[in-house]
Nanobody, 124 residues
Framework: QVQLVESGGGLVQAGGSLRLSCAASGRTFSGLAVGWFRQAPGKEREFVAAIRSSSTFTYYSGSVKGRFTLSRDNAKNTVSLQMNSLKPEDTAVYCC?????????????????WGQGTQVTVSS
C-alpha cells in the first residue's frame, strides 16, 4: 500500500509561483510513476503532468507546459511540481497519483494510489 500526501498549496496572485510536493510512504518509491491532476469547481479532473518511475522523463499538458516543472527525489520519496507564471485558470484542487509501472502514465484511471489534494487559488 502507498500513501500520498500533498502539500504546498495556497493563495497566490497571478504571475506568482507555488511549489507543490507529493510525499509517498510505503513500498519502493523509485518504482512509482507519479502524476498530478487538478479539478476546478464544476469541471472534470484533468491531467497536469507526469513523471516516469526511476527516471527524470516528464510529460505536461499543453496548458501548463513551459510554466510547470515536475521533478522527483527518490532519496526523499518526494515528487515536486514547481508552478510558475500562475494564471487564475490554474485555480483548482491539485492531487498527486501513483502507480507501480515502468511507463509514463497520463490517464487517471491507470493510477492506483491518490492523495487527498491541496487547494491552489490564483487571484487576478
Amino acid at each position: 500500500q502507498v500513501q500520498l500526501v500533498e502539500s504546498g498549496g495556497g493563495l497566490v496572485q497571478a504571475g506568482g509561483s507555488l511549489r507543490l510536493s507529493c510525499a509517498a510512504s510505503g513500498r519502493t518509491f523509485s518504482g512509482l510513476a507519479v502524476g498530478w491532476f487538478r479539478q476546478a469547481p464544476g469541471k472534470e479532473r484533468e491531467f497536469v503532468a507526469a513523471i516516469r518511475s526511476s527516471s527524470t522523463f516528464t510529460y505536461y499538458s499543453g496548458s501548463v507546459k513551459g510554466r510547470f516543472t515536475l521533478s522527483r527525489d527518490n532519496a526523499k520519496n518526494t515528487v515536486s511540481l514547481q508552478m510558475n507564471s500562475l494564471k487564475p485558470e490554474d485555480t483548482a484542487v491539485y492531487c498527486c497519483a501513483a502507480v507501480y509501472t515502468t511507463g509514463l502514465v497520463i490517464t487517471q484511471y491507470e493510477y492506483d494510489y491518490w492523495g487527498q489534494g491541496t487547494q491552489v487559488t490564483v487571484s487576478s
